[in-house]
C-alpha cells in the first residue's frame, strides 16, 4: 500500500483512547527469502502510511510504539505524526541472539511518547527499563507490557496491529478474529499466516 492509496481504514476503532501499544508491520528492504523475511509472516506497510493512520487517541493519552532498532528513526517520525512527544524508552532483551548486519540483533526498543497530560507511573510501580523475556514466535512481544500499562493507567485501552484479542483491551489488526486489513481503503478478512514462525525479526 503507499501513501497515495491511502483511505480511511474500515473498522477503524473509534476511540478516543487514553492507552495505545502498537507494533507496526515495519517494511524492510530484505535479501533472500525463506521465513527470516518479515514479510513472509505478514503484510508490511511502508512508513508513510503508517504515519497517515488517523490514530484515535484521547487529548491526554500515552503511546507504547514497538521498534526495531533500524527502525528508530522511522519510529520517531511515526510517533510524532501520531500527534505524540517522545519521552523515554525501554529495551527488551530477548535472551537469545538472532540475525543482523552491524549488530546480531537481541533487543528490540519501546518507545513511549505522550500528548496533553499524562503523569508517569507512580514512583512504587515504575519498574527497569530493561524487559527481559525470552522470545518466542516470531514478532511476538511480551505481553506483560500489556499488564504494566494496566497497572499504571486507567483506560480505554487500544492495541494497534494486535494479534489476539485482550481483556479489557480494543484490539484491532488482520490476525485479530473478525477484523480487517487496510488495503487501499477495502476491507478483507485476513487468514492466520500458516507454517513455522520460529525464526526471528
Ligand atoms: C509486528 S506484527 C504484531 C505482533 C503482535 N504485537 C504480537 O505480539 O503478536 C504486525 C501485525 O500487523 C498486521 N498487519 C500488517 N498489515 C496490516 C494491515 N494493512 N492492516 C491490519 N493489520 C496489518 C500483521 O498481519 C501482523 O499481525
Not at 33 to 41: D, M, P, Q, T
Not at 101 to 123: D, S
Request: charged share 25%.
Amino acid at each position: 500500500m503507499s501513501g497515495s492509496e491511502y483511505a480511511p481504514p474500515p473498522c477503524w476503532p473509534s476511540g478516543p483512547f487514553r492507552c495505545i501499544v502498537a507494533d507496526p508491520p515495519w517494511e524492510y528492504r530484505e535479501s533472500g527469502g525463506g521465513n527470516r523475511v518479515v514479510s513472509a509472516h505478514y503484510p508490511t506497510m511502508t512508513t508513510d502510511d503508517i504515519c497517515a493512520l488517523p490514530v484515535p487517541a484521547a487529548d491526554d493519552a500515552v503511546l507504547y510504539l514497538w521498534a526495531t532498532a533500524p527502525k528508530l528513526e522511522e519510529a520517531l517520525r511515526v510517533l510524532t505524526a501520531w500527534g505524540f512527544r517522545y519521552k523515554t524508552h525501554a529495551v527488551w532483551d530477548k535472551e537469545i541472539i538472532g540475525m543482523g548486519y552491524w549488530f546480531r540483533g537481541q533487543h528490540e526498543l519501546l518507545l513511549v511518547g505522550t500528548r496533553g497530560k499524562v503523569k508517569a507511573p507512580a514512583q512504587e510501580l515504575r519498574v527497569s527499563s530493561v524487559i527481559r523475556e525470552r522470545r518466542t514466535v516470531h514478532s511476538r512481544k511480551p505481553e506483560l507490557v500489556q499488564d504494566m500499562i494496566e497497572r499504571w493507567f486507567p483506560g480505554p485501552r487500544l492495541e494497534l496491529f494486535a494479534r489476539r484479542p485482550r481483556e479489557n483491551w480494543t484490539c484491532w489488526g488482520n490476525e485479530v478474529e473478525a477484523n480487517a486489513a487496510l488495503t487501499g481503503g477495502v476491507a478483507r478478512t485476513v487468514q492466520p499466516l500458516v507454517g513455522s514462525l520460529e525464526s526471528e525479526t
